[in-house]
Protein backbone atom coordinates (compact mmCIF):
# COMPACT_ATOMS: atom_id res chain seq x y z
CA UNK A 1 0.00 0.00 0.00
CA UNK A 2 0.97 3.77 -0.66
CA UNK A 3 3.69 2.85 -3.24
CA UNK A 4 3.99 4.76 -6.69
CA UNK A 5 5.15 4.10 -9.88
CA UNK A 6 5.59 6.83 -12.78
CA UNK A 7 6.59 6.10 -16.18
CA UNK A 8 6.52 8.36 -19.09
CA UNK A 9 4.39 10.98 -17.96
CA UNK A 10 3.31 13.34 -20.15
CA UNK A 11 0.81 16.43 -18.97
CA UNK A 12 -0.15 18.95 -21.34
CA UNK A 13 -2.26 22.32 -20.01
CA UNK A 14 -3.67 23.74 -22.82
CA UNK A 15 -1.13 24.28 -25.40
CA UNK A 16 1.81 24.60 -23.03
CA UNK A 17 3.63 21.04 -22.25
CA UNK A 18 4.31 20.87 -18.63
CA UNK A 19 5.29 17.58 -17.72
CA UNK A 20 7.46 15.78 -20.75
CA UNK A 21 8.50 12.02 -19.67
CA UNK A 22 8.62 12.21 -16.03
CA UNK A 23 9.73 8.86 -14.52
CA UNK A 24 9.58 8.23 -10.58
CA UNK A 25 9.25 6.06 -8.28
CA UNK A 26 8.02 6.01 -5.11
CA UNK A 27 8.04 3.76 -2.39
CA UNK A 28 5.87 2.89 0.28
CA UNK A 29 6.18 4.82 3.35
CA UNK A 30 8.73 7.13 1.87
CA UNK A 31 8.80 10.61 2.36
CA UNK A 32 9.61 12.09 -0.69
CA UNK A 33 10.45 15.71 -1.33
CA UNK A 34 10.33 17.28 -4.67
CA UNK A 35 12.30 20.37 -5.27
CA UNK A 36 12.82 22.29 -8.40
CA UNK A 37 12.31 26.30 -9.82
CA UNK A 38 9.20 27.96 -10.42
CA UNK A 39 6.85 26.48 -13.34
CA UNK A 40 8.89 23.20 -13.01
CA UNK A 41 5.83 21.03 -12.97
CA UNK A 42 5.75 20.65 -9.62
CA UNK A 43 2.51 21.16 -8.48
CA UNK A 44 1.61 19.40 -11.96
CA UNK A 45 3.05 16.46 -10.66
CA UNK A 46 1.08 16.19 -7.87
CA UNK A 47 -2.50 17.24 -9.34
CA UNK A 48 -1.77 14.45 -12.06
CA UNK A 49 -0.91 11.84 -9.30
CA UNK A 50 -4.16 12.86 -7.39
CA UNK A 51 -6.44 12.31 -10.46
CA UNK A 52 -6.75 16.29 -11.68
CA UNK A 53 -5.42 15.92 -14.74
CA UNK A 54 -5.30 14.05 -18.25
CA UNK A 55 -2.52 12.51 -19.00
CA UNK A 56 -0.26 10.15 -21.10
CA UNK A 57 1.95 7.65 -19.74
CA UNK A 58 1.11 5.44 -16.92
CA UNK A 59 0.94 5.81 -13.29
CA UNK A 60 0.09 2.91 -10.76
CA UNK A 61 -0.61 2.85 -7.61
CA UNK A 62 0.04 -0.27 -5.41
CA UNK A 63 -3.27 -1.69 -4.54
CA UNK A 64 -5.14 0.78 -7.04
CA UNK A 65 -4.91 -1.00 -10.81
CA UNK A 66 -7.26 1.94 -12.00
CA UNK A 67 -5.32 5.12 -12.44
CA UNK A 68 -7.38 7.98 -12.50
CA UNK A 69 -10.54 6.64 -10.31
CA UNK A 70 -13.36 7.80 -8.48
CA UNK A 71 -12.34 5.82 -5.97
CA UNK A 72 -8.73 7.80 -5.52
CA UNK A 73 -9.93 9.72 -2.70
CA UNK A 74 -9.46 6.75 -1.09
CA UNK A 75 -6.17 6.09 -1.63
CA UNK A 76 -4.77 9.79 -2.02
CA UNK A 77 -5.56 12.73 0.20
CA UNK A 78 -4.48 16.19 -1.25
CA UNK A 79 -3.24 19.37 0.80
CA UNK A 80 -3.55 21.89 -2.01
CA UNK A 81 -1.41 24.87 -1.53
CA UNK A 82 -4.28 27.48 -1.03
CA UNK A 83 -7.36 25.30 -0.11
CA UNK A 84 -10.63 27.14 -0.24
CA UNK A 85 -11.97 27.81 3.20
CA UNK A 86 -15.59 28.42 2.67
CA UNK A 87 -17.14 30.61 4.68
CA UNK A 88 -19.22 30.13 8.19
CA UNK A 89 -17.84 26.59 8.07
CA UNK A 90 -16.99 25.19 11.54
CA UNK A 91 -13.44 23.20 12.06
CA UNK A 92 -15.58 19.94 12.87
CA UNK A 93 -17.53 20.40 10.01
CA UNK A 94 -14.82 20.96 7.33
CA UNK A 95 -12.50 17.78 9.07
CA UNK A 96 -15.09 15.28 8.94
CA UNK A 97 -15.11 16.44 4.99
CA UNK A 98 -12.46 14.13 4.34
CA UNK A 99 -15.38 11.13 5.64
CA UNK A 100 -16.79 11.65 2.21
CA UNK A 101 -15.00 8.78 0.03
CA UNK A 102 -15.97 6.86 2.81
CA UNK A 103 -19.65 7.69 3.03
CA UNK A 104 -20.12 8.84 -0.40
CA UNK A 105 -21.51 12.36 -0.87
CA UNK A 106 -25.32 11.24 0.37
CA UNK A 107 -25.33 8.93 3.31
CA UNK A 108 -25.20 10.07 7.00
CA UNK A 109 -22.21 10.08 8.94
CA UNK A 110 -21.61 6.92 10.66
CA UNK A 111 -20.13 6.67 13.92
CA UNK A 112 -16.77 5.34 12.65
CA UNK A 113 -16.71 8.68 10.80
CA UNK A 114 -17.27 10.52 13.82
CA UNK A 115 -15.11 8.53 15.63
CA UNK A 116 -12.19 9.18 13.20
CA UNK A 117 -12.89 13.08 12.93
CA UNK A 118 -12.97 13.09 16.89
CA UNK A 119 -9.35 10.81 16.74
CA UNK A 120 -8.07 13.26 14.61
CA UNK A 121 -8.63 16.84 15.75
CA UNK A 122 -7.44 14.90 19.08
CA UNK A 123 -4.40 14.04 17.42
CA UNK A 124 -3.76 17.49 15.86
CA UNK A 125 -4.24 19.26 19.44
CA UNK A 126 -7.59 20.92 17.50
CA UNK A 127 -10.08 19.85 20.52
CA UNK A 128 -10.00 23.59 21.60
CA UNK A 129 -10.91 25.31 18.13
CA UNK A 130 -13.84 22.38 17.19
CA UNK A 131 -16.66 24.93 17.21
CA UNK A 132 -14.64 27.44 15.56
CA UNK A 133 -14.78 28.79 12.15
CA UNK A 134 -12.11 27.66 10.30
CA UNK A 135 -11.73 31.18 8.58
CA UNK A 136 -11.23 32.36 12.26
CA UNK A 137 -7.78 30.42 12.65
CA UNK A 138 -4.00 31.68 12.15
CA UNK A 139 -2.00 30.42 9.13
CA UNK A 140 -1.16 27.97 12.01
CA UNK A 141 -4.10 26.57 12.95
CA UNK A 142 -5.58 26.39 9.53
CA UNK A 143 -2.68 24.48 8.38
CA UNK A 144 -3.26 21.65 10.64
CA UNK A 145 -6.98 22.00 10.35
CA UNK A 146 -6.37 21.96 6.42
CA UNK A 147 -3.86 18.45 7.13
CA UNK A 148 -6.68 16.82 9.68
CA UNK A 149 -9.12 17.09 6.60
CA UNK A 150 -6.29 14.66 4.61
CA UNK A 151 -5.83 12.44 7.56
CA UNK A 152 -9.80 11.75 8.32
CA UNK A 153 -9.55 10.60 4.70
CA UNK A 154 -7.31 7.57 5.97
CA UNK A 155 -5.69 7.36 2.95
CA UNK A 156 -2.11 5.33 2.71
CA UNK A 157 -0.76 8.06 0.66
CA UNK A 158 -0.91 11.76 1.34
CA UNK A 159 0.30 15.22 -1.53
CA UNK A 160 1.52 18.43 -0.26
CA UNK A 161 1.86 21.12 -1.72
CA UNK A 162 3.91 23.71 -0.40
CA UNK A 163 2.32 22.84 2.88
CA UNK A 164 4.48 25.15 4.83
CA UNK A 165 4.49 28.52 2.21
CA UNK A 166 1.83 30.24 4.74
CA UNK A 167 3.99 29.90 7.87
CA UNK A 168 6.69 31.60 10.10
CA UNK A 169 10.04 30.00 10.36
CA UNK A 170 8.72 28.21 13.86
CA UNK A 171 5.34 26.87 12.41
CA UNK A 172 7.38 25.70 9.34
CA UNK A 173 9.23 23.43 11.76
CA UNK A 174 6.42 22.72 13.98
CA UNK A 175 4.17 21.58 10.52
CA UNK A 176 7.11 19.59 8.70
CA UNK A 177 7.56 17.71 12.44
CA UNK A 178 3.99 16.93 13.23
CA UNK A 179 3.58 15.19 9.55
CA UNK A 180 7.23 12.98 10.01
CA UNK A 181 5.30 12.00 13.46
CA UNK A 182 2.20 11.19 11.63
CA UNK A 183 4.01 9.69 8.43
CA UNK A 184 5.82 7.41 11.15
CA UNK A 185 2.65 6.26 13.36
CA UNK A 186 0.00 5.95 10.56
CA UNK A 187 2.70 4.09 7.66
CA UNK A 188 2.39 7.34 5.06
CA UNK A 189 3.79 7.22 1.78
CA UNK A 190 4.13 11.36 1.64
CA UNK A 191 5.17 13.44 -1.58
CA UNK A 192 5.65 17.16 -0.63
CA UNK A 193 6.41 19.82 -3.14
CA UNK A 194 8.63 22.07 -1.25
CA UNK A 195 10.22 25.83 -1.97
CA UNK A 196 12.94 25.78 0.66
CA UNK A 197 15.69 23.71 -0.39
CA UNK A 198 17.29 23.50 3.31
CA UNK A 199 13.56 22.58 4.88
CA UNK A 200 13.03 19.92 1.80
CA UNK A 201 16.61 18.30 2.65
CA UNK A 202 16.30 18.52 6.41
CA UNK A 203 12.50 16.54 6.42
CA UNK A 204 11.90 13.51 4.31
CA UNK A 205 13.76 10.42 2.86
CA UNK A 206 14.79 11.55 -0.28
CA UNK A 207 14.66 14.32 -2.98
CA UNK A 208 13.24 14.84 -6.67
CA UNK A 209 15.00 17.29 -8.41
CA UNK A 210 12.25 18.13 -11.54
CA UNK A 211 13.00 21.31 -14.14
CA UNK A 212 11.47 21.42 -17.18
CA UNK A 213 8.67 18.71 -16.76
CA UNK A 214 11.86 15.87 -16.37
CA UNK A 215 13.25 14.41 -13.74
CA UNK A 216 17.02 15.72 -12.83
CA UNK A 217 17.74 13.28 -10.22
CA UNK A 218 16.24 11.57 -7.43
CA UNK A 219 18.21 11.01 -4.21
CA UNK A 220 19.44 12.19 -0.82
CA UNK A 221 19.65 15.54 0.04
CA UNK A 222 23.71 15.53 -0.27
CA UNK A 223 23.12 13.85 -3.49
CA UNK A 224 21.10 16.08 -5.34
CA UNK A 225 21.62 19.47 -3.55
CA UNK A 226 25.19 20.78 -5.28
CA UNK A 227 26.48 23.58 -5.93
CA UNK A 228 26.47 22.60 -10.04
CA UNK A 229 22.79 21.66 -9.94
CA UNK A 230 21.49 24.34 -7.99
CA UNK A 231 23.32 26.61 -10.34
CA UNK A 232 22.51 24.74 -13.50
CA UNK A 233 18.58 24.49 -12.44
CA UNK A 234 17.86 27.28 -10.27
CA UNK A 235 20.50 30.49 -11.96
CA UNK A 236 21.18 30.82 -7.99
CA UNK A 237 24.50 31.37 -6.53
CA UNK A 238 25.26 29.23 -3.42
CA UNK A 239 27.41 27.82 -0.93
CA UNK A 240 26.32 24.53 0.91
CA UNK A 241 27.14 24.06 4.73
CA UNK A 242 27.29 20.24 5.33
CA UNK A 243 25.07 20.46 8.61
CA UNK A 244 24.60 17.29 10.76
CA UNK A 245 21.09 17.82 10.04
CA UNK A 246 21.79 17.63 5.68
CA UNK A 247 23.04 19.94 3.73
CA UNK A 248 22.31 23.77 4.47
CA UNK A 249 21.70 26.37 1.15
CA UNK A 250 23.05 29.25 1.81
CA UNK A 251 22.55 32.17 -0.73
CA UNK A 252 25.88 34.45 -1.80
CA UNK B 1 -9.92 7.00 23.40
CA UNK B 2 -12.16 4.71 21.77
CA UNK B 3 -14.15 4.99 19.27
CA UNK B 4 -17.23 3.86 21.00
CA UNK B 5 -17.29 6.61 23.68
CA UNK B 6 -16.05 9.32 21.53
CA UNK B 7 -18.85 10.76 19.07
CA UNK B 8 -20.69 12.36 21.58
CA UNK B 9 -18.16 14.78 21.95
CA UNK B 10 -17.85 15.74 18.70
CA UNK B 11 -20.80 18.50 17.45
CA UNK B 12 -21.54 18.43 13.80
CA UNK B 13 -23.43 20.82 12.32
CA UNK B 14 -26.77 19.41 11.15
CA UNK B 15 -30.43 20.08 10.98
CA UNK B 16 -31.59 20.14 14.97
CA UNK B 17 -35.21 19.11 15.92
CA UNK B 18 -35.26 22.30 17.66
CA UNK B 19 -34.47 24.30 14.33
CA UNK B 20 -37.13 22.18 12.61
CA UNK B 21 -39.70 23.04 15.34
CA UNK B 22 -39.23 26.54 15.14
CA UNK B 23 -39.78 26.15 11.15
CA UNK B 24 -43.23 24.58 11.71
CA UNK B 25 -44.05 26.99 14.25
CA UNK B 26 -43.52 29.91 12.12
CA UNK B 27 -44.75 28.24 8.92
CA UNK B 28 -48.31 27.38 10.74
CA UNK B 29 -48.10 31.44 11.91
CA UNK B 30 -48.35 32.51 8.63
CA UNK B 31 -50.61 30.24 7.41
CA UNK B 32 -53.33 30.76 10.60
CA UNK B 33 -52.90 34.63 9.74
CA UNK B 34 -53.15 34.29 5.88
CA UNK B 35 -56.53 32.83 6.35
CA UNK B 36 -57.58 34.62 9.28
CA UNK B 37 -56.95 38.01 8.09
CA UNK B 38 -58.57 39.65 5.25
CA UNK B 39 -62.01 41.64 4.13
CA UNK B 40 -64.12 39.30 6.81
CA UNK B 41 -62.93 38.64 10.28
CA UNK B 42 -62.70 35.47 11.02
CA UNK B 43 -61.32 34.03 14.91
CA UNK B 44 -57.97 32.92 14.37
CA UNK B 45 -58.84 29.82 16.82
CA UNK B 46 -61.58 28.69 14.39
CA UNK B 47 -59.30 28.99 11.63
CA UNK B 48 -56.65 26.78 13.64
CA UNK B 49 -59.99 23.96 14.77
CA UNK B 50 -60.68 24.06 11.12
CA UNK B 51 -57.56 23.28 9.98
CA UNK B 52 -57.06 20.49 12.32
CA UNK B 53 -60.79 19.38 11.43
CA UNK B 54 -59.58 19.53 7.67
CA UNK B 55 -56.72 16.42 8.65
CA UNK B 56 -57.52 12.69 7.91
CA UNK B 57 -58.75 11.22 11.37
CA UNK B 58 -59.98 14.21 13.34
CA UNK B 59 -63.26 15.62 13.67
CA UNK B 60 -63.83 19.05 15.28
CA UNK B 61 -66.42 22.10 15.18
CA UNK B 62 -64.72 24.69 14.37
CA UNK B 63 -67.81 26.86 14.99
CA UNK B 64 -67.47 28.52 11.81
CA UNK B 65 -70.64 29.16 9.66
CA UNK B 66 -70.87 27.75 6.16
CA UNK B 67 -70.23 31.15 4.67
CA UNK B 68 -67.06 31.75 6.39
CA UNK B 69 -65.91 27.66 6.28
CA UNK B 70 -66.25 28.28 2.25
CA UNK B 71 -64.15 31.59 2.70
CA UNK B 72 -61.82 30.26 4.72
CA UNK B 73 -61.60 26.50 2.36
CA UNK B 74 -62.09 27.86 -1.23
CA UNK B 75 -60.77 31.26 -1.42
CA UNK B 76 -58.03 31.97 1.47
CA UNK B 77 -56.72 28.66 1.39
CA UNK B 78 -55.47 27.74 -2.35
CA UNK B 79 -53.93 31.20 -2.29
CA UNK B 80 -52.12 30.70 0.75
CA UNK B 81 -51.58 26.73 -0.34
CA UNK B 82 -49.74 28.41 -3.57
CA UNK B 83 -47.82 30.83 -1.13
CA UNK B 84 -46.20 28.53 0.58
CA UNK B 85 -45.53 26.56 -2.39
CA UNK B 86 -43.87 29.65 -4.48
CA UNK B 87 -42.25 31.04 -1.45
CA UNK B 88 -40.28 27.30 -0.39
CA UNK B 89 -39.91 27.14 -4.05
CA UNK B 90 -38.13 30.10 -4.74
CA UNK B 91 -36.26 30.02 -1.10
CA UNK B 92 -34.93 26.99 -1.96
CA UNK B 93 -33.72 27.51 -5.44
CA UNK B 94 -32.50 30.32 -4.47
CA UNK B 95 -30.21 28.49 -1.16
CA UNK B 96 -29.78 25.70 -3.83
CA UNK B 97 -28.34 28.08 -6.72
CA UNK B 98 -25.91 29.68 -3.92
CA UNK B 99 -24.63 26.41 -2.88
CA UNK B 100 -24.07 24.87 -6.80
CA UNK B 101 -22.42 28.29 -7.94
CA UNK B 102 -20.51 29.05 -4.12
CA UNK B 103 -21.52 32.30 -4.56
CA UNK B 104 -24.04 34.65 -2.15
CA UNK B 105 -25.57 36.89 -4.67
CA UNK B 106 -26.64 33.55 -7.15
CA UNK B 107 -30.63 33.53 -7.07
CA UNK B 108 -32.84 31.31 -9.05
CA UNK B 109 -33.17 33.64 -11.61
CA UNK B 110 -29.79 33.92 -12.51
CA UNK B 111 -29.74 31.86 -15.33
CA UNK B 112 -32.12 33.68 -17.94
CA UNK B 113 -34.76 32.44 -16.29
CA UNK B 114 -36.48 35.55 -15.41
CA UNK B 115 -35.40 36.95 -18.74
CA UNK B 116 -37.13 34.11 -20.62
CA UNK B 117 -39.99 33.77 -18.38
CA UNK B 118 -40.34 37.40 -19.22
CA UNK B 119 -40.02 37.25 -22.56
CA UNK B 120 -42.86 34.58 -22.84
CA UNK B 121 -44.87 35.98 -20.67
CA UNK B 122 -45.36 39.03 -23.11
CA UNK B 123 -45.19 37.50 -25.90
CA UNK B 124 -48.84 35.39 -25.17
CA UNK B 125 -49.98 38.68 -23.34
CA UNK B 126 -49.08 40.59 -26.73
CA UNK B 127 -50.21 38.14 -28.83
CA UNK B 128 -54.01 37.87 -27.50
CA UNK B 129 -54.11 34.03 -27.39
CA UNK B 130 -57.35 34.11 -25.56
CA UNK B 131 -58.07 33.15 -22.15
CA UNK B 132 -58.29 29.60 -21.17
CA UNK B 133 -58.49 29.53 -17.63
CA UNK B 134 -56.53 27.70 -14.94
CA UNK B 135 -54.30 24.73 -17.04
CA UNK B 136 -54.96 26.12 -20.15
CA UNK B 137 -54.21 30.11 -19.83
CA UNK B 138 -51.50 30.56 -21.86
CA UNK B 139 -49.52 33.03 -20.00
CA UNK B 140 -48.28 30.80 -17.25
CA UNK B 141 -47.54 28.22 -19.61
CA UNK B 142 -45.63 30.74 -22.13
CA UNK B 143 -43.94 31.85 -18.96
CA UNK B 144 -42.96 28.50 -18.20
CA UNK B 145 -41.64 27.67 -21.76
CA UNK B 146 -39.65 30.88 -21.62
CA UNK B 147 -38.25 30.29 -18.49
CA UNK B 148 -36.89 26.68 -19.38
CA UNK B 149 -35.51 28.15 -22.83
CA UNK B 150 -33.34 30.50 -20.90
CA UNK B 151 -32.11 28.20 -18.27
CA UNK B 152 -31.20 25.46 -21.74
CA UNK B 153 -29.54 28.43 -23.37
CA UNK B 154 -27.39 29.41 -20.67
CA UNK B 155 -26.21 25.88 -19.96
CA UNK B 156 -25.21 25.46 -24.19
CA UNK B 157 -24.02 28.61 -23.88
CA UNK B 158 -22.08 28.01 -21.02
CA UNK B 159 -20.42 24.59 -21.76
CA UNK B 160 -19.40 26.00 -25.04
CA UNK B 161 -17.49 29.20 -23.04
CA UNK B 162 -15.46 26.38 -20.70
CA UNK B 163 -16.62 24.72 -17.79
CA UNK B 164 -16.29 27.25 -14.77
CA UNK B 165 -19.32 28.27 -12.65
CA UNK B 166 -18.10 31.74 -13.71
CA UNK B 167 -18.58 30.95 -17.69
CA UNK B 168 -21.82 29.78 -16.64
CA UNK B 169 -22.79 32.65 -14.73
CA UNK B 170 -21.88 34.98 -17.72
CA UNK B 171 -23.43 33.16 -20.75
CA UNK B 172 -26.68 33.72 -18.43
CA UNK B 173 -26.19 36.68 -18.48
CA UNK B 174 -25.50 37.14 -21.91
CA UNK B 175 -29.10 35.23 -22.44
CA UNK B 176 -31.07 37.53 -20.09
CA UNK B 177 -29.77 40.28 -21.80
CA UNK B 178 -30.28 38.79 -25.18
CA UNK B 179 -33.75 37.72 -23.80
CA UNK B 180 -35.04 41.23 -22.45
CA UNK B 181 -33.34 43.07 -25.71
CA UNK B 182 -36.77 40.67 -27.53
CA UNK B 183 -38.85 41.44 -24.80
CA UNK B 184 -38.56 44.77 -24.69
CA UNK B 185 -38.98 44.62 -28.70
CA UNK B 186 -42.38 43.16 -28.60
CA UNK B 187 -43.45 45.30 -25.52
CA UNK B 188 -42.37 48.42 -28.41
CA UNK B 189 -44.44 47.01 -30.73
CA UNK B 190 -47.52 46.47 -28.58
CA UNK B 191 -46.91 49.70 -26.24
CA UNK B 192 -51.31 49.16 -24.96
CA UNK B 193 -50.09 45.58 -23.47
CA UNK B 194 -47.44 47.97 -21.12
CA UNK B 195 -49.68 48.14 -18.20
CA UNK B 196 -49.82 44.10 -18.28
CA UNK B 197 -47.24 43.01 -18.99
CA UNK B 198 -45.85 45.03 -16.30
CA UNK B 199 -48.07 43.62 -14.17
CA UNK B 200 -47.25 40.53 -14.44
CA UNK B 201 -43.36 40.89 -14.19
CA UNK B 202 -44.03 42.72 -10.44
CA UNK B 203 -46.06 39.09 -9.14
CA UNK B 204 -48.78 38.08 -7.56
CA UNK B 205 -50.33 35.01 -5.46
CA UNK B 206 -53.48 34.80 -6.60
CA UNK B 207 -55.68 31.49 -7.37
CA UNK B 208 -58.90 30.53 -8.74
CA UNK B 209 -59.44 27.89 -6.63
CA UNK B 210 -57.25 24.81 -6.78
CA UNK B 211 -55.79 25.10 -10.04
CA UNK B 212 -52.29 26.80 -9.70
CA UNK B 213 -51.55 24.96 -6.57
CA UNK B 214 -52.05 22.09 -8.11
CA UNK B 215 -49.90 23.04 -11.07
CA UNK B 216 -46.81 24.31 -8.60
CA UNK B 217 -46.86 20.90 -6.20
CA UNK B 218 -45.77 18.55 -8.44
CA UNK B 219 -42.53 20.74 -9.86
CA UNK B 220 -42.05 21.88 -5.64
CA UNK B 221 -42.16 18.50 -4.86
CA UNK B 222 -39.39 17.60 -7.75
CA UNK B 223 -37.43 20.51 -6.23
CA UNK B 224 -37.67 19.30 -2.89
CA UNK B 225 -36.94 15.92 -2.74
CA UNK B 226 -33.88 16.51 -5.00
CA UNK B 227 -32.43 19.41 -3.99
CA UNK B 228 -32.21 18.41 -0.36
CA UNK B 229 -30.97 14.75 -1.55
CA UNK B 230 -28.18 16.63 -2.48
CA UNK B 231 -27.66 18.78 0.62
CA UNK B 232 -24.22 17.02 2.01
CA UNK B 233 -22.73 16.81 -1.19
CA UNK B 234 -23.16 20.73 -1.75
CA UNK B 235 -21.30 21.19 1.40
CA UNK B 236 -18.07 19.03 -0.32
CA UNK B 237 -18.39 21.33 -3.29
CA UNK B 238 -17.91 24.68 -0.86
CA UNK B 239 -14.54 23.47 -1.13
CA UNK B 240 -14.58 24.09 -4.59
CA UNK B 241 -14.32 21.74 -7.31
CA UNK B 242 -10.53 20.89 -7.52
CA UNK B 243 -10.82 19.40 -3.47
CA UNK B 244 -14.39 18.34 -4.16
CA UNK B 245 -13.37 16.03 -6.53
CA UNK B 246 -10.44 14.98 -4.70
CA UNK B 247 -12.93 13.98 -1.76
CA UNK B 248 -13.88 11.74 -4.01
CA UNK B 249 -17.12 13.08 -5.85
CA UNK B 250 -18.25 14.18 -9.21
CA UNK B 251 -18.75 18.67 -8.38
CA UNK B 252 -20.05 19.35 -12.11
CA UNK B 253 -22.29 16.11 -12.32
CA UNK B 254 -24.10 17.18 -8.96
CA UNK B 255 -24.43 21.20 -9.92
CA UNK B 256 -25.80 20.29 -12.92
CA UNK B 257 -28.61 18.22 -11.30
CA UNK B 258 -28.81 20.84 -8.56
CA UNK B 259 -29.46 23.19 -10.80
CA UNK B 260 -31.76 21.80 -13.12
CA UNK B 261 -34.06 20.68 -10.46
CA UNK B 262 -33.83 24.30 -8.44
CA UNK B 263 -34.47 25.88 -12.27
CA UNK B 264 -37.36 23.25 -13.00
CA UNK B 265 -38.83 24.53 -9.56
CA UNK B 266 -37.98 27.95 -9.62
CA UNK B 267 -39.53 28.30 -13.72
CA UNK B 268 -42.79 26.78 -12.34
CA UNK B 269 -43.01 29.65 -9.72
CA UNK B 270 -42.39 32.50 -11.70
CA UNK B 271 -45.20 30.82 -14.11
CA UNK B 272 -47.76 30.94 -11.66
CA UNK B 273 -46.92 34.36 -9.50
CA UNK B 274 -44.98 36.20 -12.33
CA UNK B 275 -41.26 37.67 -10.88
CA UNK B 276 -41.30 37.90 -7.21
CA UNK B 277 -37.81 39.01 -6.51
CA UNK B 278 -35.49 38.74 -3.31
CA UNK B 279 -37.10 35.98 -1.92
CA UNK B 280 -34.21 33.20 -2.82
CA UNK B 281 -31.40 36.01 -1.36
CA UNK B 282 -33.23 36.86 1.89
CA UNK B 283 -34.64 33.43 3.12
CA UNK B 284 -31.56 32.03 2.74
CA UNK B 285 -29.19 34.31 4.02
CA UNK B 286 -31.65 34.48 6.91
CA UNK B 287 -31.25 30.91 7.62
CA UNK B 288 -27.41 31.36 7.67
CA UNK B 289 -26.95 34.46 9.92
CA UNK B 290 -29.62 32.92 12.29
CA UNK B 291 -28.90 29.01 12.26
CA UNK B 292 -25.27 28.42 10.94
CA UNK B 293 -24.02 27.82 6.84
CA UNK B 294 -24.60 24.22 6.05
CA UNK B 295 -26.67 23.31 3.66
CA UNK B 296 -27.70 20.43 5.97
CA UNK B 297 -29.74 22.84 8.21
CA UNK B 298 -30.08 25.44 5.70
CA UNK B 299 -31.75 23.96 2.46
CA UNK B 300 -34.81 22.05 4.53
CA UNK B 301 -35.32 25.34 6.83
CA UNK B 302 -35.38 27.33 3.60
CA UNK B 303 -38.91 25.63 2.77
CA UNK B 304 -40.56 26.18 6.19
CA UNK B 305 -39.30 29.98 6.04
CA UNK B 306 -39.41 30.44 2.57
CA UNK B 307 -43.16 29.64 2.29
CA UNK B 308 -43.86 31.43 5.66
CA UNK B 309 -42.19 34.48 4.25
CA UNK B 310 -43.95 34.29 1.00
CA UNK B 311 -47.66 33.46 2.82
CA UNK B 312 -46.68 36.86 5.22
CA UNK B 313 -45.41 38.76 1.83
CA UNK B 314 -48.81 38.01 0.43
CA UNK B 315 -51.12 39.15 3.37
CA UNK B 316 -49.21 42.68 3.43
CA UNK B 317 -49.68 42.74 -0.31
CA UNK B 318 -53.42 42.16 -0.01
CA UNK B 319 -54.11 44.08 3.49
CA UNK B 320 -51.78 47.25 3.44
CA UNK B 321 -53.98 49.29 0.71
CA UNK B 322 -57.14 47.69 0.85
CA UNK B 323 -59.39 46.86 -0.96
CA UNK B 324 -56.28 47.38 -3.49
CA UNK B 325 -53.44 45.16 -3.80
CA UNK B 326 -49.79 45.87 -3.83
CA UNK B 327 -47.94 43.54 -6.30
CA UNK B 328 -46.15 41.00 -3.95
CA UNK B 329 -42.63 41.93 -5.69
CA UNK B 330 -43.11 45.24 -4.14
CA UNK B 331 -43.83 43.76 -0.88
CA UNK B 332 -40.77 41.58 -0.65
CA UNK B 333 -38.40 43.75 -1.36
CA UNK B 334 -39.89 46.91 0.43
CA UNK B 335 -40.21 45.00 3.58
CA UNK B 336 -38.08 42.15 2.88
CA UNK B 337 -35.15 44.49 2.05
CA UNK B 338 -35.01 46.24 5.43
CA UNK B 339 -35.61 43.21 7.67
CA UNK B 340 -32.16 41.81 5.81
CA UNK B 341 -30.43 45.11 6.57
CA UNK B 342 -31.35 44.52 10.17
CA UNK B 343 -30.69 40.93 10.22
CA UNK B 344 -27.20 41.32 8.28
CA UNK B 345 -26.17 44.36 11.20
CA UNK B 346 -27.08 42.15 14.19
CA UNK B 347 -25.89 39.28 13.23
CA UNK B 348 -22.25 38.44 14.77
CA UNK B 349 -21.99 35.25 12.38
CA UNK B 350 -19.64 35.54 8.82
CA UNK B 351 -21.89 33.94 6.34
CA UNK B 352 -20.06 34.86 3.39
Known amino acids: MGGIRIQNLQVAIGDAEILRGLDLEITSGEWLNIVGPNGAGKTTLLRTILGALDYQGSIVLDGAPEHPSPRLARSIAYVPQVPVIPPGMLVTDYVLLGRTPHRGAFAADSPIDLAVTAEVLERLDLGLFMKREVRSLSGGERQRVVMARALAQETPILLLDEPTTALDLGHQQDMLQLIDELRHERGLTVVATLHDLTLAARFGDRLALIDTGRLVQVGTAREVLTIATIKTHFHADVRIIDDEGGPVVVPV | ?352
Not at chain 2, 287 to 298: D, K, P, Q, T
Open chain 2, 1 to 352: MTAADEPEILTVSRLSGRQVTIGIAVLFAAVTAGLTVGPVDIAPHRVVLELLNGLPGIEIDSGLSEIHQGIVEKIRLPRVVLGVLVGATLSLSGAAYQGAFRNPLADPYLLGIAAGAGLGATIAITSDLGDGAGVFDPVPLAAFAGALVGVVASYMAGHIGGRSTASLVLAGVAVASFLTACQTYVLQANSDAFREVYAWILGRIATSGWSEPALMLPYFLVTVVVVLRYRRALDVLAVGDEEAAALGINPRRIRAIVVVAASLGAAAAVSVSGLIGFVGIIVPHTIRLAFGNSNRIVLPLSVLFGGAFMVMADLAARTLVEPAELPIGVVTAFLGAPFFVLVLRTSRREVW
